[in-house]
């Protein structure tokens, strides 16, 4: 119960006191200064995350950290717990922006901040707002940020990868860059769904080798949701 207490107080305190780089995170967008703000978004997200996990007193083992590609990419993950965001965020040293549920941007602090670190909102049940989604990733991807996109539309509740959905690779194909698929085990004991508690995991991080998808033949580029999940799955 302490540890979990301490975990949400260090989460309270930490935006609290981060409002000098909100407002400087806010004055680069407004003013065009990308590099900056990336710069400062990714210095900020990583320390935050990293503690995040840290505090929940788990052991990361991380394999294949020598893949992350030097350029923007997209990794795409399975997703088993609402710790896959900062342990993928504190543990790859690279500075990314998520496609994340629509319900994230009304947590106090916290979506204010994803907004402004390259985050993109998906309403999964309108699909106009979901192409607009894809379009601002794609910028994203353009200016320098990686994303970061998890695949199966929903947490697991077993921990058991589920299918990938269709057109989930677009944002790769249309930015054209390299996608890095990421396998993570052990994030679902940290905090099962449904569960209040925190507790200490033993946490696998593994990161396969960057896919250049322009290699791939028209007719697999149609079933690339499936190649990219069996890549996952081997890992």
Not at 91 to 100: E, R
Not at 197 to 219: F, P, V
Request: net charge positive; hydrophobic share 40%.
């Amino acid at each position: 119960m302490f540890k979990t207490i301490r975990w949400h107080l260090y989460n309270v305190v930490f935006f609290l006191s981060k409002t000098g780089q909100y407002k400087k995170l806010k004055k680069y967008d407004e003013d065009g200064n990308i590099e900056e703000r990336n710069k400062l978004a990714h210095e900020t997200g990583y320390n935050w995350a990293r503690h995040l996990i840290e505090m929940t007193g788990s052991q990361v083992d991380i394999e294949g950290i020598e893949n992350v590609p030097d350029e923007p990419c997209l990794f795409v993950s399975n997703h088993q717990s609402l710790f896959d965001i900062p342990l993928l965020m504190g543990y790859i040293d690279k500075h990314k922006g998520f496609v994340a549920k629509k319900e994230l941007r009304k947590v106090p602090m916290l979506g204010a901040w994803m907004e402004y670190v390259n985050c993109v909102f998906l309403d999964r049940d309108n699909a106009r707002e979901g192409l607009k989604a894809i379009k601002k990733a794609i910028s994203n991807i353009k200016e320098g940020a990686s994303m970061v996109i998890f695949p199966e539309g929903t947490r697991s509740l077993d921990g058991e990868i589920k299918e990938f959905k269709a057109g989930s690779i677009k944002i790769a194909e249309k930015a054209k860059v390299p996608v890095v698929p990421v396998r993570i085990r052990g994030t679902i004991d940290i905090q099962p769904k449904g569960k209040k508690l925190i507790r200490a995991s033993k946490i696998k991080l593994s990161i396969g080798q960057a896919m250049d998808l322009s290699t791939y033949e028209k007719e697999d580029l149609k079933r690339i949701h499936e190649i990219v999940q069996e890549k996952v799955e081997a890992l």
